[in-house]
């Protein structure tokens, strides 16, 4: 049986067909397919990159990198996966919210953040001379270097200080002044006698087995049913973690991008041993690691048939318990909300438990508004998806779970609401529209926008035009059967709607 060819496998990456993808990819040697390009070099993880992102979009991205397509194939721009999909964000306008999904998603797959095109451009240069402050911060935090030049000898920071971005510049100063430390450091301690440097190197290993010593001496985690061959790999993992130096364990924690604000050697060596017991762990086994610890995940993990499926949902589980175990990275985005109806629950236990909840640092405030309560994740009533805007957006995010979006709904355009649903009600718009008062007479504000047959999103300039059509075919000299009531409701109307938006 042959496989898929390589042109339709670009056709479906390209329209963000994830089901078609997974049907196409199945049983084949996927790793060389999609490492087959255009006439422009293009290989299917580019071509998903390229469109706007949405749910299939990064079900797509998902679904290519976990199929082992190559992050760093170039094409013939020299242009790798995450730097074409750096410069489709900054060409949107907009880099924030999805936007930064798909790069996160390569970043994530150790995508070198690095790579540079033919003029020696990497993503951060990029980044920097368009002044995305989100962008740049996200390439750092996977260790993109500040310092590195384009093939004219200008540095991202150079870039950004020639196009008056300040932020941006002031950022990168930091990250570099911070990251020439270590190399100064180490040239002041070449040019010390080598009798004090090995001196102190002896000294300083000694210490460190001493104190490694302490950290899980058999290497046994309770919750993970170890065999024998694991239990020698463990052993030994857990010897070579405690004869390392304090900065190789931060370098590895790096690597696997644990977070290490205030951890000593011994809690290193501790985290290390307990994301390698995740990774090896059976699925069965993590869902009791996550009940033991009360972090919540999705009750649809772990039930597809597709193996590429149950290894994505393997790393957002361990995600989720890094996240409460070890707490985040700084400038590290978290995995997205999980609401109580949808969080997988043991057997015998609702759902909406207190082990199910998801842990919070601070205790939640009293809900006294709807508001509030659809922003705590609490059931809320599902009468507001019956409204017609709603259900035509919904279409297009069918697996939103996510809280209702609240009276403040009304006020956002079309493309505030795909960014909420996409978010899973995560990410809420900050428009000017909703900081409007319309506390004062709501009801009163939505009768005169019916009275000229109007949504309450519409501009002044639709009410005017409403205004103008009604009054002409309403207008008592105009017509004569016309009751004069009907004329004064939408003089009224336009003019409360008028004064509002002035």
């Given at each position: 049986?042959?496989?898929?060819?390589?042109?339709?496998?670009?056709?479906?990456?390209?329209?963000?067909?994830?089901?078609?993808?997974?049907?196409?990819?199945?049983?084949?040697?996927?790793?060389?397919?999609?490492?087959?390009?255009?006439?422009?070099?293009?290989?299917?993880?580019?071509?998903?990159?390229?469109?706007?992102?949405?749910?299939?979009?990064?079900?797509?991205?998902?679904?290519?990198?976990?199929?082992?397509?190559?992050?760093?194939?170039?094409?013939?721009?020299?242009?790798?996966?995450?730097?074409?999909?750096?410069?489709?964000?900054?060409?949107?306008?907009?880099?924030?919210?999805?936007?930064?999904?798909?790069?996160?998603?390569?970043?994530?797959?150790?995508?070198?953040?690095?790579?540079?095109?033919?003029?020696?451009?990497?993503?951060?240069?990029?980044?920097?001379?368009?002044?995305?402050?989100?962008?740049?911060?996200?390439?750092?935090?996977?260790?993109?270097?500040?310092?590195?030049?384009?093939?004219?000898?200008?540095?991202?920071?150079?870039?950004?200080?020639?196009?008056?971005?300040?932020?941006?510049?002031?950022l990168l100063a930091e990250v570099a002044s911070t990251a020439s430390k270590p190399a100064k450091k180490a040239s002041d301690e070449a040019k010390g006698a080598k009798t004090a440097k090995w001196q102190t190197k002896k000294e300083e290993q000694g210490s460190q087995e001493r104190q490694g010593a302490k950290v899980h001496p058999t290497g046994q985690i309770p919750e993970w049913r170890q065999s024998d061959e694991q239990t020698k790999e463990v052993k030994r993992l857990v010897q070579?973690?405690?004869?390392?130096?304090?900065?190789?364990?931060?370098?590895?924690?790096?690597?696997?991008?644990?977070?290490?604000?205030?951890?000593?050697?011994?809690?290193?060596?501790?985290?290390?041993?307990?994301?390698?017991?995740?990774?090896?762990?059976?699925?069965?086994?993590?869902?009791?690691?996550?009940?033991?610890?009360?972090?919540?995940?999705?009750?649809?993990?772990?039930?597809?048939?597709?193996?590429?499926?149950?290894?994505?949902?393997?790393?957002?589980?361990?995600?989720?318990?890094?996240?409460?175990?070890?707490?985040?990275?700084?400038?590290?985005?978290?995995?997205?909300?999980?609401?109580?109806?949808?969080?997988?629950?043991?057997?015998?236990?609702?759902?909406?438990?207190?082990?199910?909840?998801?842990?919070?640092?601070?205790?939640?405030?009293?809900?006294?508004?709807?508001?509030?309560?659809?922003?705590?994740?609490?059931?809320?009533?599902?009468?507001?998806?019956?409204?017609?805007?709603?259900?035509?957006?919904?279409?297009?995010?069918?697996?939103?779970?996510?809280?209702?979006?609240?009276?403040?709904?009304?006020?956002?355009?079309?493309?505030?609401?795909?960014?909420?649903?996409?978010?899973?009600?995560?990410?809420?718009?900050?428009?000017?529209?909703?900081?409007?008062?319309?506390?004062?007479?709501?009801?009163?504000?939505?009768?005169?926008?019916?009275?000229?047959?109007?949504?309450?999103?519409?501009?002044?300039?639709?009410?005017?035009?409403?205004?103008?059509?009604?009054?002409?075919?309403?207008?008592?000299?105009?017509?004569?059967?016309?009751?004069?009531?009907?004329?004064?409701?939408?003089?009224?109307?336009?003019?409360?709607?008028?004064?509002?938006?002035?």
């Amino acid at each position: 049986m042959t496989g898929p060819s390589p042109a339709v496998l670009r056709k479906v990456a390209e329209t963000s067909d994830v089901d078609t993808l997974k049907v196409l990819l199945a049983g084949t040697d996927a790793s060389d397919l999609l490492s087959q390009v255009d006439s422009a070099g293009q290989s299917a993880l580019h071509l998903a990159v390229r469109a706007v992102p949405t749910d299939e979009v990064a079900a797509t991205v998902s679904t290519l990198i976990a199929s082992r397509a190559r992050l760093e194939q170039a094409n013939a721009r020299g242009e790798t996966p995450l730097i074409l999909a750096v410069r489709t964000a900054l060409a949107a306008a907009v880099p924030d919210g999805p936007w930064l999904l798909p790069i996160q998603l390569i970043l994530e797959a150790k995508a070198r953040a690095c790579a540079a095109d033919r003029q020696g451009r990497s993503s951060l240069s990029y980044a920097a001379s368009a002044g995305s402050l989100s962008i740049c911060r996200m390439l750092l935090t996977f260790r993109a270097d500040p310092t590195q030049a384009n093939s004219f000898g200008a540095t991202p920071q150079s870039l950004a200080e020639r196009q008056g971005h300040a932020e941006v510049t002031k950022l990168l100063a930091e990250v570099a002044s911070t990251a020439s430390k270590p190399a100064k450091k180490a040239s002041d301690e070449a040019k010390g006698a080598k009798t004090a440097k090995w001196q102190t190197k002896k000294e300083e290993q000694g210490s460190q087995e001493r104190q490694g010593a302490k950290v899980h001496p058999t290497g046994q985690i309770p919750e993970w049913r170890q065999s024998d061959e694991q239990t020698k790999e463990v052993k030994r993992l857990v010897q070579k973690w405690s004869s390392a130096s304090f900065q190789q364990l931060m370098q590895e924690c790096k690597m696997q991008r644990i977070n290490t604000q205030d951890a000593s050697h011994e809690e290193l060596c501790q985290r290390l041993l307990q994301l390698h017991a995740w990774e090896r762990m059976s699925d069965e086994e993590l869902k009791q690691s996550c009940f033991s610890r009360g972090v919540p995940f999705p009750k649809s993990c772990f039930t597809s048939a597709y193996s590429v499926n149950r290894e994505a949902d393997r790393c957002d589980v361990i995600f989720r318990l890094k996240e409460a175990v070890f707490g985040l990275r700084p400038g590290e985005f978290g995995p997205l909300p999980v609401a109580p109806a949808d969080a997988a629950s043991q057997v015998g236990q609702a759902a909406d438990t207190p082990s199910a909840a998801r842990p919070k640092a601070k205790p939640a405030a009293k809900a006294t508004s709807p508001k509030a309560e659809n922003q705590a994740g609490k059931p809320s009533d599902d009468s507001w998806k019956s409204d017609a805007r709603m259900e035509r957006l919904l279409k297009e995010f069918p697996s939103f779970s996510g809280p209702a979006p609240g009276p403040d709904s009304v006020h956002w355009n079309d493309a505030e609401l795909r960014q909420y649903f996409f978010s899973n009600g995560y990410l809420r718009p900050r428009s000017s529209r909703t900081a409007t008062n319309t506390s004062a007479a709501p009801r009163e504000l939505l009768r005169h926008f019916e009275t000229l047959g109007l949504h309450p999103t519409a501009s002044p300039e639709e009410v005017r035009r409403a205004y103008r059509g009604l009054a002409l075919k309403h207008h008592p000299d105009k017509k004569a059967d016309s009751s004069s009531t009907d004329f004064q409701r939408i003089q009224e109307a336009y003019d409360a709607l008028s004064s509002r938006r002035v």
